[in-house]
């Protein structure tokens, strides 16, 4: 049995390192991946609202833990309703990721 339960635990280990060196743990949208940290933000859109100044901010965020479970809502709209934004300006995130471990994908809205 004891052989049976290594090889089981040596075949996810493989798993493992297969799915974090294809990139499968990390961040899918960054505008450069680094094999060991990823710390990289980037615009995703604009409107033609023109910016204002009452700008706020709002961010949600989505995090993964080992690549195997995610949760969060890094949703448009979430981040303007944490903020209470009705009218967006820009849309941009921040990508963070360390060694496939912990990834962090955040969107963040401004807007009035």
Same mark, same amino acid.
């Given at each position: 049995m004891v052989r049976y339960v290594s090889k089981i635990m040596v075949l996810i280990a493989i798993l493992f390192c297969a799915a974090h060196?294809?990139?499968c743990l990390a961040v899918t949208q960054t505008p450069a991946l680094g094999l060991l940290y990823t710390n990289a933000a980037a615009p995703i859109t604009a409107t033609s609202t023109a910016p204002s100044d009452k700008m706020?901010?709002?961010?949600? +965020? !989505?995090?993964?833990?080992l690549g195997l479970v995610a949760t969060g809502?890094?949703?448009i709209a979430a981040a303007?309703?944490?903020?209470?934004?009705?009218?967006i300006?820009?849309?941009?995130?921040?990508s963070e990721n360390m060694l496939g471990i912990i990834a962090k994908y +955040? !969107?963040?809205v401004y807007g009035e």
């Open positions: 060196l294809t990139g706020l901010k709002g961010t949600a +965020t !989505v995090t993964s833990y809502d890094a949703s303007a309703k944490n903020a209470g934004i009705t009218k300006h820009t849309v941009d995130y921040h +955040t !969107v963040i």
